[in-house]
């Protein structure tokens, strides 16, 4: 199986950048389909941003567009979420997930598409 190693969550004000880190192991990295998903309190586990396998075609959830990018880096094996003015309510544990997909062109938007995912890393943005 793939295992995820995540990194980056922390406390900044509102308006700041964090940039989370997610590092499979134990997969081939350029199989992988990957995505960024969050679950604030009393909600359930939404799309944050995702990757395709080939051409880094990239998905936004629209609370996040302009804000956050997604991005690889293959030699590195590494995954980022550059998170930028950030909001309060952008507060939630954040996930990184992987998948190998059939599909590689297309961005993943679904938790149910997942195979692997991380252990999670709390963001919390104070007003």
């Known amino acids: 199986q793939v295992q995820l190693v995540e990194s980056g969550g922390g406390l900044v004000q509102a308006g700041g950048s964090l940039r989370l880190s997610c590092a499979p192991s134990g997969g081939t990295f350029s199989a992988l389909a990957m995505g960024w998903f969050r679950q604030a309190p009393g909600k359930e586990r939404g799309i944050v941003a995702a990757i395709s396998r080939i051409a880094d075609n990239t998905y936004y959830t629209d609370s996040v567009k302009g804000r956050f990018t997604i991005s690889k880096d293959n030699a590195k094996n590494t995954m980022y979420l550059q998170m930028n003015s950030l909001k309060p309510e952008d507060t939630a544990v954040y996930y990184c997930?992987?998948?190998?997909?059939?599909?590689?062109?297309?961005?993943?938007?679904?938790?149910?598409?997942?195979?692997?995912w991380g252990q999670g890393t709390q963001v919390t943005v104070s007003s």
């Open positions: 997930a992987t998948s190998y997909t059939r599909s590689p062109y297309t961005p993943k938007r679904n938790s149910s598409d997942y195979s692997y």
